[in-house]
């Protein structure tokens, strides 16, 4: 699984290897760590946002490792959706029933709709949309833009999807 | 000093270009020991042929005042075939449904020996292979700079200064009509058929402006790059096309506040030649505005290069072709 966690270290030299050192220890893959030494917390320590996959079983392990060794766990979350695009509609969005087209990309299970902005000038006139769908692995999001293409050639959407760069096959 | 001569097989907006551009460099080009000399010329109302050397100033101001150059009214055969010269160069109009009259008279030209400059796309989009194979067999250059993004060397760029390379991919914007178009929308919120027309009145989109809004000039010129860069035998039909007449300003807006900007973007690589509306994120070297033309070059060694300018224009689509015409006169 993929957890993000919140860790809270003490001002002092040495803190961000000891808080580290047990993901590693329990086979941990760190995938990123955001380190602010200038944004302190109101108690005066300093917030680590870490993100790494790590076995669900040695979980518990680990929080009992760093609070044992003086590293606060401030939160604890799992990052399920970790791969994100955005894409443009332009159509008949809400005739063609926009519940379904969300509907469509969250019943995978493994991909959702997170973000949607609409703009409907007239009610004549085509609307546009901004989504942004979120899925667990690149896999899944091409995927999920696949089915979303279908449908909006079903409903006879236009839909415009971010530059395919060729570096990224590189 | 070395004495080229050429024909201008069509006189429009590119071969009147090209007439000024010699005109222009006559001296600078003599410094450099080449003379070029236009011996034929061929519009659509007639001809004029002068074996010594056709007088380019008058036939310009022949041009601008009777509409025509010409004097006598030998075919584009007849001229191509008949007369002693060393370089063809092929402006008539782009046709996309048979290449003609483009295809006779390159075809007619490598056959009588002669080299090839051209910025028509209509034949290079359809028998790619066929037109190389034929100035190969012939022993002359076949030479295009023009018909893809105007002024912009992306051939050269390609096959001289990238020598060695292997392109992996190439994206790039390379429709000046599209590009005024979407950046007009965005920049002032206008509907797509009142930006139009905008266009229309400045000359940028033509009367007809279906040819470059549903994207069938990008994929033109995506398949003479494709067919040049990765020598595939690509025609214009196996391009996937979507074109720019569905997009709202509102589209476009939201796009904007999400730090995206949305572009008319031709894409080979993968075997895939596709030409869609793309989101460009505002920061992306491709992203430029107005009806500039850009393109981004992916290769192996040198990694990505990315080069922009103008993709039209009569002085600027002649500047590719002099540069071909060069080219040729310091190789043969």
Redesign the interface.
């Given at each position: 699984m993929i957890v993000s966690m919140t860790l809270e270290l003490k001002d002092i030299p040495g803190q961000l290897v000891l808080a580290l050192a047990p993901i590693s220890e329990l086979h941990g893959n760190i995938m990123s760590v955001i380190h602010q030494h200038e944004e302190k917390t109101p108690r005066g320590t300093i917030p680590v946002q870490v993100t790494f996959e790590i076995d669900q079983g040695v979980l518990d392990e680990l929080i009992e490792k760093l609070e044992k060794s003086g590293v606060g766990v401030a939160r604890v979350g799992e990052e399920r959706l970790r791969s994100s695009i955005s894409v443009v509609l332009i159509g008949h969005i809400i005739h063609s029933d926009i519940g379904d087209t969300i509907d469509r990309i969250d019943s995978t299970g493994f991909a959702e709709v997170v973000d949607l902005s609409l703009s409907m000038p007239a009610i004549e006139k085509t609307s546009s949309a901004y989504l942004v769908i979120n899925a667990e692995g690149e896999n899944e999001l091409k995927n999920a833009l696949e089915i979303l293409r279908e449908v909006a050639i079903k409903k006879d959407l236009l839909m415009i999807e971010p530059i395919r760069l060729n570096s990224e096959a590189a | 000093m070395k004495t080229v001569r050429l024909s201008l097989i069509g006189f429009g907006a590119v071969g009147q270009g090209v007439a000024q551009a010699i005109l222009q460099k006559k001296e600078i080009l003599k410094g450099q020991g080449i003379d070029l000399c236009v011996v034929g010329i061929l519009d659509s109302k007639g001809s004029e042929i002068n074996v010594k050397g056709i007088d380019l100033k008058s036939a310009l101001e022949r041009k601008k005042q009777k509409g025509t150059v010409a004097k006598g009214n030998d075919s584009a055969f007849e001229i191509i075939q008949d007369v002693e010269h060393e370089i063809v160069v092929e402006a008539t109009p782009t046709n996309i449904k048979n290449g003609e009259p483009g295809l006779s008279n390159m075809s007619a030209a490598f056959n009588s020996g002669r080299h090839v400059v051209t910025s028509n796309k209509g034949p290079l989009a359809l028998c790619f292979s066929q037109l190389k194979e034929a100035a190969e067999d012939n022993g002359v250059f076949f030479r295009y700079e023009a018909t893809v993004g105007g002024a912009v060397p992306i051939f050269n760029l390609i096959h001289e200064s990238l020598a060695g390379n292997r392109v992996?991919?190439?994206?790039g914007i390379l429709n000046g009509t599209t590009n005024y178009i979407l950046t007009r929308m965005a920049q002032e919120r206008l509907p797509y058929e009142l930006v139009l027309k905008e266009a229309q009145e400045l000359g940028i989109a033509e009367t007809d402006p279906t040819y470059d809004v549903e994207g069938i000039d990008s994929a033109c010129k995506l398949v003479i790059l494709a067919n040049s860069v990765f020598g595939e035998a690509a025609t214009y039909r196996d391009v996937e096309v979507?074109g720019i007449t569905?997009?709202?300003p509102?589209?476009l807006?939201?796009?904007s506040?999400?730090n995206?900007v949305?572009?008319l973007?031709c894409?080979a690589?993968?075997g895939t030649l596709?030409v869609?509306?793309?989101?460009?994120p505002k920061k992306?070297p491709?992203v430029v505005g107005g009806t500039l033309n850009v393109a981004s070059i992916?290769t192996?060694l040198a990694g990505?290069i990315t080069i922009s300018g103008k993709g039209a224009g009569s002085i600027e689509t002649a500047s590719s072709i002099l540069s071909d015409i060069l080219y040729i006169v310091r190789n043969s």
């Open positions: - | 992996i991919g190439i994206e979507t569905k997009i709202t509102e589209a807006e939201l796009a506040k999400n995206y949305v572009k973007i894409e690589g993968n596709i869609a509306p793309r989101l460009v992306h491709l992916l192996d990505r």
